[in-house]
């Protein structure tokens, strides 16, 4: 790997926000994937990094898991799903290993000798980031009135003294 350059922190930091794994982050900021783990977990260390993650889940208002799951359901890549799909035969499991199958929900052989890939319901994805972002929107504005009126209140306790 390069030495933890900002740039390579920062593309780890954005990936691991958005993709929630800390070796697919670490190889899309370009560790070879045979050290990604293990130099991901070592950038996960550093408090730069740390703050980083939490400064970009602050401004995607969420806590990063779900929303991070749906996002790849949502908008990943099937391209490995497809190159499996149209392989002739079945890849060695190395390169099985290496293919992003996030989005597939079954896999199966049919009779004739051919696969049956299905994928998660990138709609249902959609509506669900949706639901989620209204959400965090709402209790930000709930948190938002709540302070302002005891705030109020705060305020009408000092003017009566």
């Not at 099985?96 to 890939?117: C, H, Q, T, Y």
């Amino acid at each position: 790997m390069k030495r933890n350059t900002k740039s390579t922190l920062n593309q780890f930091c954005c990936n691991y926000v958005l993709l929630g794994s800390v070796e697919e982050a670490a190889v899309k900021a370009g560790c070879p994937r045979e050290n990604a783990l293990s130099d991901g977990v070592n950038m996960l260390k550093s408090r730069k990094c740390q703050q980083l993650i939490g400064q970009l889940r602050a401004l995607l208002s969420d806590s990063g898991n779900i929303a991070s799951g749906l996002n790849r359901l949502a908008f990943g890549s099937c391209s490995d799903a497809v190159y499996l799909l149209f392989s002739d035969e079945l890849p060695p499991a190395d390169a099985i290993k290496k293919l992003d199958l996030f989005n597939v929900s079954e896999i199966k052989r049919v009779k004739g000798g051919g696969v049956e890939i299905k994928f998660f319901d990138r709609l249902k994805a959609l509506e669900k980031l949706f639901e989620l972002e209204n959400a965090f929107s709402d209790q930000s504005k709930a948190d938002s009135l709540i302070r302002a009126l005891s705030a109020d209140g705060e305020r009408e306790d000092l003017d009566d003294n």
